[in-house]
T-cell receptor
C-alpha cells in the first residue's frame, strides 16, 4: 500500500534563505510522486512531479525535488525563499490498485521578512 | 485553456439537507476525481469518474455519491448532511484515469474548491 509522510507540519524560514520540506514515502510500486502547493483560499497547484525519469525534478517558481529510492524520500527544496512562497505544501504519491492520490498531511511554510 | 471550474464556490446548508456540487474539467480531460479537505483529516479521496463510470471510491459513507456526464462534467451529491461534512471539496481533472494504472504518469489539475458549511 502507498503512504506518504511529511516530516514537518510547519517550517519557518527567513526571506532569501533556503527552503527544505521533507517527505518520505512508502510504495509497493515504482511510484509517481508530486508536490502541490495551496495558497490560502485557493485550490491546489502542481509544483512538480517525478515519474521515473530523472531523479532530480525541477518545478515551477524555482522549486526542485530529488527522488532518492534508497532513502524513500522526495524532499522539496528552493535555494532562496520569497514571501510569496508562504503557503501549505503537500507531498503526494499515486499508483497502486487504489489508483488514487495519497496526500501527506501538509507542511505549512512561513516566510519571515 | 480554461482550468477546472467548480460551482458554487461557497455553500451554507443545515443538517439533514442535501447538496449538489458541480465540476467542469479542463477541456479534453476525461477523468474527474473528488477530494474532501478538512483541518482534522487533511485531503481525502472521495471517488473518481471516467467515461461516466465510477472507477474507484474512497472510504466514505453512501451518503456521498457522484456522477459524470457525457461531456465529462461531474456532480457530487451529499445527502442527509452532518456537521462533519463541513469541508472544502476539491475537484481535479486529468486526461486519463488513475485507476488501474499503477505507474500512471498523468497529472491531476485541481479546481478552486467549494467551501461547504453545515450548520
Amino acid at each position: 500500500a502507498q503512504s506518504v509522510t511529511q516530516l514537518d507540519s510547519h517550517v519557518s524560514v527567513s526571506e532569501g534563505t533556503p527552503v527544505l520540506l521533507r517527505c518520505n514515502y512508502s510504495s509497493s510500486y515504482s511510484p509517481s510522486l508530486f508536490w502541490y502547493v495551496q495558497h490560502p483560499n485557493k485550490g491546489l497547484q502542481l509544483l512538480l512531479k517525478y515519474t521515473s525519469a530523472a531523479t532530480l525534478v525541477k518545478g515551477i517558481n524555482g522549486f526542485e525535488a530529488e527522488f532518492k529510492k534508497s532513502e524513500t524520500s522526495f524532499h522539496l527544496t528552493k535555494p532562496s525563499a520569497h514571501m510569496s512562497d508562504a503557503a501549505e505544501y503537500f507531498c503526494v504519491v499515486s499508483g497502486g490498485s487504489q489508483g488514487n492520490l495519497i496526500f501527506g498531511k501538509g507542511t505549512k511554510l512561513s516566510v519571515k521578512p | 485553456k480554461a482550468g477546472v471550474t467548480q460551482t458554487p464556490r461557497y455553500l451554507i446548508k443545515t443538517r439533514g439537507q442535501q447538496v449538489t456540487l458541480s465540476c467542469s474539467p479542463i477541456s479534453g480531460h476525461r477523468s474527474v476525481s473528488w477530494y474532501q479537505q478538512t483541518p482534522g483529516q487533511g485531503l481525502q479521496f472521495l471517488f473518481e469518474y471516467f467515461s461516466e463510470t465510477q472507477r474507484n471510491k474512497g472510504n466514505f459513507p453512501g451518503r456521498f455519491s457522484g456522477r459524470q456526464f457525457s461531456n465529462s462534467r461531474s456532480e457530487m451529491n451529499v445527502s442527509t448532511l452532518e456537521l462533519g461534512d463541513s469541508a472544502l471539496y476539491l475537484c481535479a481533472s486529468s486526461l486519463d484515469p488513475l485507476w488501474g494504472l499503477p505507474t500512471s504518469t498523468d497529472t491531476q489539475y485541481f479546481g478552486p474548491g467549494t467551501r461547504l458549511t453545515v450548520l
